[in-house]
C-alpha cells in the first residue's frame, strides 16, 4: 500500500544492481510514493547488472558515475538537477566493496592498496557526495540523505574485515557532516544499520548463511529484510522524520540490544550435549 509518502519529492539513488539489491527496492517504493529520482552505478556494474530495467519500471533516468571520482559526482549532481527539475530532496548512498573480502585476505594480512580502496568506495565516497551536494548547494531544505551501514562498525564481527572500519568511518562522516548541514541548511544526514541481507554482493561472502541464521535466533523479530529496509528509508526520506538526524539507526529486529536469546542458548546448549560433536576449543 502506497502513502504518497514523497509525492513531488526528487532524488539520486546509488547502488542498485539486481532485484535483490536494497537499493533496487528503495527505488521501487520512492516510485510507488510518488518520488521521481535518477539512477546510479559504476559503469562496471550497470553492466553486470539489471539497472535499465529499474529505470524503464521507475521512469527513472540512469546516469554512471564512479562515487569515488569528484568530477563523476559533480556531473551526476548537475545532470540530476537538471533532469529532475530543480533540487535534491533525498539520496540513498549504498555502495559498499573491498578486495580485501574478496580475495580472502584476513584483517591481520590485509593488501594495503586493497584497505585504502575499500575505505574510498565505502566510506570516502560519501563524504565526496555529501560535500559536492554542498558546494553545488543541490540539496534543498529538509532534504534528507541515507547511507547504508552494519553493526560492525560498532561490534567485532567474524570476517567483516576491512569493511568494519569503512562502516566506522561512514558513520563519522554522517555525524559531522551531519551537524554542518542541519546548522546550516536543515538538511538531514542518517545512517541505517541494517540486518545481515542476501543481496547479490552479500551471497558471495563466506559464512553468510551461518551468520544471518545466528542473528535470526538472536533477534527479537528476526532479520529485517530488504524490502523492509526500503519501506524503513522510505520513511527517513519523508516529511515523518524532520528532526531525525546524526543517528545509526539499527533496523535489526534488535539484534543491537541483545546479548542472548532464548533460541541462541537452545541452539548452543543442543552443540554442548552433542555426544557425536567433535570438541571445541
Same mark, same amino acid.
Given at each position: 500500500?502506497?502513502? @504518497?509518502?514523497?509525492?513531488?519529492? *526528487?532524488?539520486?539513488?546509488?547502488?542498485?544492481?539486481?532485484?535483490?539489491?536494497?537499493?533496487?527496492?528503495?527505488?521501487?517504493?520512492?516510485?510507488?510514493?510518488?518520488?521521481? %529520482?535518477?539512477?546510479? @552505478?559504476?559503469?562496471?556494474?550497470?553492466? %553486470?547488472?539489471?539497472?535499465?530495467?529499474?529505470?524503464?519500471?521507475? @521512469? !527513472?533516468?540512469?546516469?554512471?558515475?564512479?562515487?569515488?571520482?569528484? !568530477?563523476?559526482?559533480?556531473?551526476?549532481?548537475?545532470?540530476?538537477?537538471?533532469?529532475?527539475?530543480?533540487?535534491?530532496?533525498?539520496?540513498?548512498?549504498?555502495?559498499?566493496?573491498?578486495?580485501?573480502?574478496?580475495?580472502?585476505?584476513?584483517? @591481520?594480512?590485509?593488501?594495503?592498496?586493497? %584497505?585504502?580502496?575499500?575505505?574510498?568506495?565505502?566510506?570516502?565516497?560519501?563524504?565526496?557526495?555529501?560535500?559536492?551536494?554542498?558546494?553545488?548547494?543541490?540539496?534543498?531544505?529538509?532534504?534528507?540523505?541515507?547511507?547504508?551501514?552494519?553493526?560492525?562498525?560498532?561490534?567485532?564481527?567474524?570476517?567483516?574485515?576491512?569493511?568494519?572500519? !569503512?562502516?566506522?568511518?561512514?558513520?563519522?562522516?554522517?555525524?559531522?557532516?551531519?551537524?554542518?548541514?542541519?546548522?546550516? *541548511?536543515?538538511?538531514?544526514?542518517?545512517?541505517?544499520?541494517?540486518?545481515?541481507?542476501?543481496?547479490?554482493?552479500?551471497?558471495?561472502?563466506?559464512?553468510?548463511?551461518?551468520?544471518?541464521?545466528?542473528?535470526?535466533?538472536?533477534?527479537?523479530?528476526?532479520?529485517?529484510?530488504?524490502?523492509?529496509?526500503?519501506?524503513?528509508?522510505?520513511?527517513?526520506?519523508?516529511?515523518?522524520?524532520?528532526?531525525?538526524?546524526?543517528?545509526?539507526?539499527?533496523?535489526?529486529?534488535?539484534?543491537?540490544?541483545?546479548?542472548?536469546?532464548?533460541?541462541?542458548?537452545?541452539?548452543?546448549?543442543?552443540?554442548?550435549?552433542?555426544?557425536?560433536?567433535?570438541?571445541?576449543?
Amino acid at each position: 500500500m502506497a502513502y @504518497n509518502l514523497l509525492k513531488g519529492k *526528487k532524488g539520486i539513488i546509488f547502488g542498485a544492481l539486481d532485484d535483490k539489491s536494497i537499493a533496487w527496492k528503495v527505488a521501487e517504493k520512492s516510485y510507488d510514493e510518488g518520488a521521481i %529520482f535518477t539512477l546510479t @552505478n559504476t559503469p562496471a556494474a550497470m553492466r %553486470f547488472g539489471e539497472i535499465d530495467q529499474l529505470a524503464k519500471k521507475c @521512469n !527513472a533516468s540512469v546516469i554512471p558515475a564512479d562515487a569515488t571520482s569528484i !568530477a563523476d559526482l559533480e556531473n551526476l549532481v548537475s545532470k540530476s538537477m537538471e533532469i529532475l527539475g530543480g533540487k535534491i530532496d533525498f539520496i540513498l548512498h549504498s555502495i559498499g566493496m573491498s578486495m580485501n573480502v574478496r580475495k580472502k585476505r584476513v584483517y @591481520n594480512d590485509l593488501h594495503y592498496d586493497f %584497505f585504502q580502496k575499500t575505505l574510498d568506495i565505502s566510506a570516502l565516497s560519501f563524504h565526496k557526495l555529501l560535500q559536492t551536494c554542498y558546494k553545488l548547494d543541490a540539496i534543498s531544505e529538509w532534504g534528507s540523505v541515507v547511507a547504508l551501514s552494519y553493526i560492525a562498525s560498532q561490534r567485532t564481527l567474524y570476517g567483516y574485515n576491512d569493511m568494519a572500519d !569503512a562502516k566506522a568511518l561512514l558513520e563519522s562522516i554522517s555525524r559531522s557532516f551531519g551537524y554542518i548541514y542541519g546548522r546550516e *541548511k536543515r538538511i538531514r544526514v542518517n545512517t541505517i544499520s541494517q540486518s545481515p541481507t542476501l543481496t547479490t554482493a552479500g551471497s558471495g561472502v563466506k559464512g553468510i548463511d551461518g551468520l544471518m541464521d545466528f542473528t535470526e535466533r538472536m533477534s527479537p523479530l528476526g532479520n529485517a529484510t530488504a524490502e523492509e529496509c526500503a519501506d524503513f528509508t522510505i520513511v527517513m526520506f519523508s516529511d515523518l522524520s524532520k528532526k531525525v538526524t546524526m543517528q545509526n539507526i539499527y533496523h535489526d529486529g534488535g539484534f543491537s540490544s541483545m546479548g542472548m536469546s532464548l533460541k541462541a542458548m537452545r541452539m548452543y546448549t543442543r552443540s554442548l550435549d552433542c555426544e557425536e560433536c567433535p570438541p571445541v576449543d
